[in-house]
């Protein structure tokens, strides 16, 4: 069975200052991975994914997210954190050796990017 | 290109009544899923369509059913609504059934069983 822990309920950071949202994931294969963003009374945006090739994936809106697969992470990151960021964030895998587009998703965590 | 639709956007119904949500994907988008969005449980996978079979389903009783048509619209149904159904259902569509395509979804149906 798979399954996606994103550790932290929230995260808190001031404008300007760099995010990192955590994803961990277990899988029996190997994984697709992917983030989405929701904001409020909206369904899901597709962020960024990783499937295969360099471990740095660079999505939407200046996000990116690093792939570290001895440490089964794919962490979000942004440089530079915008009060438009601020928003729920899920991460979510795909068993490569599954058939199907099934995702299964983190709990979500939080951002609040403060002025 | 236009997004994932979803009608209706909310909805109120009795417990013991069923419901019926629709899908309209991407256009192109031949696979198309339906996830169930809870405070409690999170984003949790009902069941996916592909060429009017269903090739994935989720751990959710059979009162939770759904079909695909040829044109890969597609349809959910509850019957026997309870309490705990109340949710944010959500569809979402993908180009292919396999491979790293990503899912994109619609904004959701507000299902509130009262």
């Known amino acids: 069975a798979q399954s996606v822990a994103q550790p932290e309920d929230q995260v808190n950071v001031a404008e300007g200052n760099p995010l990192t949202v955590k994803c961990t994931y277990s899988?029996?294969?190997?994984?697709?991975l992917f983030w989405y963003v929701q904001y409020p009374n909206r369904g899901l945006q597709f962020l960024l994914k990783?499937?295969?090739?360099?471990?740095l994936v660079k999505g939407s809106y200046g996000f990116e997210a690093e792939f570290n697969k001895s440490q089964t992470s794919f962490h979000l990151k942004k440089p530079s954190a915008l009060v438009s960021d601020s928003a729920l964030y899920f991460c979510?895998?795909?068993?490569?050796?599954?058939?199907?587009?099934?995702?299964?998703f983190g709990g979500g965590t939080r951002l609040m990017v403060k002025p | 290109k236009a997004g994932v639709t979803q009608t209706p956007r909310y909805l109120i119904k009795t417990r013991g009544q069923q419901v019926t949500l629709s899908c309209s994907p991407i256009?192109?988008?031949?696979?198309v899923s339906w996830y169930q969005q809870t405070p409690g449980q999170g984003l949790q996978f009902l069941f996916e369509?592909?060429?009017?079979?269903?090739?994935n389903k989720g751990n959710f009783p059979g009162r939770f059913s759904g079909r695909q048509f040829s044109n890969s619209r597609s349809e959910m149904n509850v019957s026997t609504l309870e309490l705990g159904d109340s949710a944010l259902y959500l569809c979402?569509?993908?180009?292919?059934?396999?491979?790293?395509?990503?899912?994109?979804f619609g904004p959701g149906t507000r299902l509130t069983v009262t």
């Open positions: 979402a569509s993908s180009l292919e059934l396999a491979g790293g395509h990503e899912q994109y």
């Open positions: 899988v029996s294969g190997n994984p697709y």
């Open positions: 990783y499937i295969t090739g360099d471990n």
């Open positions: 979510a895998v795909r068993d490569l050796d599954n058939a199907g587009n099934m995702l299964t």
């Open positions: 256009s192109g988008h031949r696979s």
């Open positions: 369509y592909f060429s009017e079979t269903q090739r």
